[in-house]
Each structure stands twice: as structure tokens, then as C-alpha cells.
């Protein structure tokens, strides 16, 4: 059964910096790529940063290039999001999310989703 | 960037009912189209893929259909467990999402 298990979110001040990982289990995590999706409270979904299984292309939003960094770390089936000089809008709950395929494509859907963990940042 | 419009953004049906919800983007993205459900305090589910294709375990009571600009999903008979939130993506972008509610 394909787990997925987010940690790391809570409360930061406006400029702050957090680190949230995806622990997976249950799949050959190097085989996929993986993606942060978020869903700021009351609101719609927002893909932030995707990563091929080798962990070699990336993407990432408009709304937090430069500030976030995604990674991984396949020797640990885990995934990293690293958030930078973090602001207001940023609250939300992020959810890890499993990619079908190896490699980002043009087109990705996002076929088992963890729980989620919220992030708040205010002062 | 390709702008995606989801309507309604509120739907008010009853168990039995045949329910459709729209997704139209400003530019053809092929059949680069995806549908989730989501339930209060849950993480998305995904139900279609490539505009069609039903996702492993997804009931057959629900549907894709479309191509180019306008995308369909359609619960042929909506149940108690379908009152949630449904999303359509295209590439790497949700619509605003439709809730569809008890009547």
C-alpha cells in the first residue's frame, strides 16, 4: 500500500525558513517523480515543485522560485521541501504527492497524495 | 500561461442525480486534463486521468470526456459519499474548484 507521510510544517515568523519532508513507503520511490502541492485555508490547490525520480529536473511555481527547494533523497525514500524567506501567503497546508511516471513531462497527475502538514507563517 | 475556468463553482444536486461539472481552458492542452475529489480535512483523490481515463478503484458512476479547450466530468448517479469538492488540472494548474452540496 503506497504511504505517504508529511512532517515538519508549524508555526514560523514572516522570513523564516522551514524544512518539510515526505517519508514514502510502500513503492519504489526512485522509480517516480514526486510533487508539493498546497491548499491555503479555505482555498483552491497549488502545484509548487516537482521532481523527476533521479532528483536531476525540477520545477517550481512562479510564486516561490528562488525562495523554495525541493530534493530527495532516494537512499531514504524520502522527499524534502526546503522553504526560504518565508511569507504571509505562504500559509497553507502542503501535501506530498506521488507522480505516475520517472520523468517530468508536460503533462503530470498526481496519483496518491499524503495527508498533508500546515505550514503558518505569521508573527 | 494557459488559464483554466471551472463552473459551477457551486452545485446543489440530490442522491440520484445526474451531475456534470465544466472545465474550459484559454488554449487546446490536448487531452492534459485531470479531475480529483476532495472531502473536508482530506487530501485530494484522483479520479480521471488524460481527460478519460478512469483511475484503479474510481466507481464507474464517474467520467471524463473532452478534448482541446472543453472538459467534462459527469456522475451518472450521484451517491452520498460524492458530496465533496472536485478539481480539474491541466498541466500543473487547478481550476478553482466545484463544490457540489446536498439539495
Redesign the interface.
Known amino acids: 500500500e503506497v504511504q505517504l507521510l508529511e512532517s515538519g510544517g508549524g508555526l514560523v515568523q514572516p522570513g523564516g525558513s522551514l524544512r518539510l519532508s515526505c517519508a514514502a513507503s510502500g513503492f519504489t520511490f526512485s522509480s517516480y517523480a514526486m510533487s508539493w502541492?498546497r491548499q491555503a485555508p479555505g482555498k483552491?490547490?497549488?502545484?509548487v515543485s516537482?521532481i523527476s525520480g533521479s532528483g536531476g529536473s525540477t520545477?517550481y511555481?512562479d510564486s516561490v522560485k528562488g525562495r523554495f527547494t525541493i530534493s530527495r533523497d532516494n537512499s531514504k525514500n524520502t522527499l524534502y521541501l526546503q522553504m526560504n524567506s518565508l511569507r504571509a501567503e505562504d500559509t497553507a497546508v502542503y501535501?506530498c504527492a506521488k507522480v505516475p511516471t520517472y520523468l517530468l513531462r508536460?503533462?503530470?497527475?498526481?496519483?496518491?497524495?499524503?495527508?498533508?502538514t500546515l505550514v503558518t507563517v505569521s508573527s | 500561461d494557459i488559464q483554466m475556468t471551472q463552473s459551477p463553482s457551486t452545485l446543489s444536486a440530490s442522491v440520484g442525480d445526474r451531475v456534470t461539472i465544466t472545465c474550459r481552458a484559454s488554449q487546446s492542452i490536448s487531452s492534459w486534463l485531470a479531475w480529483y475529489q476532495q472531502k473536508p480535512g482530506k487530501a485530494p483523490k484522483l479520479l480521471i486521468y488524460k481527460a478519460s481515463s478512469l483511475e484503479s478503484g474510481v466507481p464507474s458512476r464517474f467520467s471524463g470526456s473532452g478534448s482541446g479547450t472543453e472538459f467534462t466530468l459527469t456522475i451518472s448517479s450521484l451517491q452520498p459519499d460524492d458530496f465533496a469538492t472536485y478539481y480539474c488540472q491541466q498541466p500543473r494548474t487547478f481550476g478553482q474548484g466545484t463544490k457540489v452540496e446536498i439539495k
Open positions: 502541492v483552491g490547490l497549488e502545484w516537482a520545477y511555481a501535501y508536460y503533462f503530470d497527475w498526481l496519483d496518491y497524495w499524503g495527508q498533508g
